[in-house]
């Protein structure tokens, strides 16, 4: 059974930083690649950045490039999104994804190509 679990949110100023991280279990986690996701209040879910499986390729959504870069550790089972220079339109719940096939060549975008979904982690920025 596939367990993506985040870390703990918070609260934080604009202007500041947070890493959130999210713990794989269940499966080869790094035979898949994994993806970040963020969901406002009375929004739809939208894609905020995602890594290949081997870590070498990584995407990052227009809104969030330059601020936020998400990365992993293999040996770890982890993957991290490190969000500095956070502004209050950043205020969302965060959701950590694991891809549906091992080895894609890719990084995708599509929440349909995620498998396997984090119960969320609330980020409030205050201006």
């Known amino acids: 059974q596939v367990q993506l679990v985040e870390s703990a949110g918070g609260l934080v100023q604009a202007g500041g930083s947070l890493r959130l991280s999210c713990a794989a279990s269940?499966?080869?986690?790094?035979?898949?690649?994994m993806g970040w996701f963020r969901q406002a209040p009375g929004k739809e879910r939208e894609f905020v950045a995602a890594i290949s499986w081997s870590g070498a390729s990584t995407y990052h959504a227009d809104s969030v490039k330059g601020r936020f870069t998400i990365s992993r550790d293999n040996a770890k089972n982890t993957v991290y999104l490190q969000m500095n220079s956070l502004k209050p339109e950043d205020t969302a719940v965060y959701y950590c994804?694991?891809?549906?096939?091992?080895?894609?060549?890719?990084?995708?975008?599509?929440?349909?190509?995620?498998?396997?979904w984090g119960q969320g982690t609330q980020v409030t920025v205050s201006s």
């Open positions: 994804a694991g891809d549906t096939v091992p080895f894609r060549s890719s990084v995708v975008a599509d929440a349909l190509q995620y498998a396997y």
């Open positions: 269940g499966r080869s986690f790094s035979n898949y690649a």
